[in-house]
């Protein structure tokens, strides 16, 4: 009777120790997403974007003027003769990436090119390319079991990122379904994911 | 078939020159859309010397409601039956269905379509739906930007909806043409840019076309004009069309001048 007791107090201990220290591992990691989130508020300090399908100053004012409407676009420089957007953005809010794509297509052209500067703190990236930053989920296409620090200049291959004929190319030979959808299963949930070359 | 091969020879020539451009046309419309939540004002005034001096305003509004859709809103206003009145309204759609860019390039293809009604009494079997009729067209465009030259093909089916009081007694009563246009831009100056405050000076060449399709009877037009693109954005432009063959009796729109000026108002819609 007493040895049966003594064993039940020994498990029940074992238990409270095995909730204590799991809950200890959920805070931190608690922690960290919100600590991740709030660096992704000025993750991508700025970017470089080639517009397609235009020659004409009126059409890259018109370029602009919609990227301009965007609240976390700090300045945009042209070069008119190379149809190029140097953008930085502000400090203080998120950038997202496919509201550039969006207000470029408005105007009525594309994307040929974005290439932006990621400032990465200690972000892992896994066996598979994957990595999470805050409420941005990448998928390295030249990157994978490493860890990422400092400023990284990093191309969007998505698709309506570059030419068509160049995302078909990327497809077939990528062979990936999160690459074709841009989007795929993180933990469980179908999230937006950026495809990026480093 | 005469006459597409006219059409079709220049395209040949343009595409076979590896070229450069602009396709902001005097007198067709590019298969590309204005900017989205954009609007466009523009005046246009047009006229003619013969049978006598008669010319034609139109106010119209230009709404760019998405990247694809867009819109144009006409009100015509002549003096081509005795004093200066109001004539008609015209209200025209266009929708971008096919869109390839590249680097300074594109392919656009559009749709359009309008409707259209006019005072005016009838008098040629001539359908002109920007002020002399009441009725419907719909028509395809297709627009290749490269660099600084721009072409582009429209293709058009028009009907008239007329009533027999305005038929003018023993004139023919307009039913049905087709239209077809090859027009061709190109970027002047800048030869290089600084800032959006230079301007632009393209020229333009269009050839315009118009077949009734139950007599054969048609008409050819070419069409040269001049544009100046000012702070990226306000755009004036002076044109002339002149019939180079054509046996369309008392035709619309014969040795017409035009004069254009356009202001352009990004993003002003939510």
Redesign the interface.
């Known amino acids: 009777m007493a040895l049966t007791y003594a064993l039940l107090r020994q498990m029940s201990n074992k238990n409270i120790n095995y909730i204590f220290m799991n809950t200890i591992k959920n805070l931190i990691i608690l922690s960290i997403v919100l600590f991740a989130g709030k660096v992704s508020a000025q993750q991508i300090s700025s970017a470089e974007l080639?517009v397609?399908?235009?020659?004409?100053?009126?059409c890259?004012?018109?370029?602009e003027?919609?990227l301009?409407?965007l609240d976390f676009i700090g300045a945009i420089t042209?070069d008119?003769?190379k149809?190029l957007f140097a953008i930085t953005f502000k400090k203080d809010k998120a950038v997202n990436i496919d509201q550039i794509r969006k207000k470029v297509?408005?105007?009525?052209?594309?994307i040929?090119n974005l290439t932006a500067v990621f400032n990465f703190n200690n972000t892992k990236v896994d066996d598979q390319g994957l990595a999470v930053v805050g409420t941005n989920v990448y998928q390295f296409l030249n990157a994978k079991s490493q860890t990422l620090n400092g400023a990284v200049k990093a191309s969007v291959v998505d698709k309506n990122f570059i030419?068509?004929s160049s995302f078909k190319k990327k497809a077939a030979q990528l062979k990936s379904t999160s690459y074709t959808e841009g989007s795929g299963l993180v933990n469980g949930k179908k999230t937006r994911i950026y495809h990026l070359s480093i | 078939m005469r006459l597409l091969k006219l059409l079709l020879i220049p395209i040949a020539m343009a595409v076979g020159t590896t070229a450069?451009?602009?396709e902001?046309y005097v007198f067709s419309e590019p298969a590309?859309?204005?900017?989205?939540?954009?609007i466009g004002i523009r005046l246009t005034n047009e006229g003619v010397f013969n049978p006598k001096f008669a010319t034609r305003t139109i106010p119209e509004m230009m709404i760019g409601f998405?990247?694809n859709l867009m819109v144009h809103v006409q009100g015509f206003f002549s003096d081509m039956d005795g004093g200066y009145k109001a004539e008609g309204a015209s209200l025209y759609g266009k929708y971008r269905f096919l869109?390839?860019?590249?680097?300074?390039?594109?392919f656009r293809a559009a749709a359009f379509a309008r409707i259209s009604t006019s005072s005016r009494p009838t008098y040629t079997e001539d359908i002109n739906l920007e002020g002399d009729n009441s009725g419907l067209q719909g028509g395809l465009i297709f627009t290749q930007?490269l660099?600084?030259l721009a072409l582009s093909a429209t293709l058009s089916y028009s009907k008239a909806f007329e009533q027999d009081r305005k038929q003018q007694t023993g004139m023919p009563q307009p039913d049905q043409m087709l239209g077809y246009s090859l027009s061709s831009g190109y970027?002047m100056l800048p030869f290089?840019?600084?800032?959006?405050n230079?301007p632009?000076l393209n020229l333009y060449f269009e050839v315009l076309g118009k077949t009734n399709p139950e007599n054969g009877r048609s008409y050819l037009d070419l069409a040269p004009a001049v544009q100046v693109?000012l702070n990226?954005?306000t755009?004036i432009d002076l044109g002339y069309r002149f019939e180079v063959a054509g046996n369309v009796a008392d035709r619309y729109t014969k040795n017409m001048y035009l004069a254009r000026v356009e202001f352009?108002f990004?993003?002003v819609l939510k």
């Open positions: 080639q397609t399908g235009l020659t004409c100053s009126m890259s004012q018109a370029t003027k919609s301009k409407t042209p008119l003769n149809n297509e408005d105007a009525g052209f594309s040929g030419s068509g | 450069q451009s602009q902001l590309s859309n204005m900017p989205a939540k954009s998405n990247k869109s390839v860019d590249d680097v300074k390039s594109h930007l660099h600084k970027l290089v840019y600084k800032n959006y230079q632009n693109v990226s954005r755009r352009n990004f993003n």
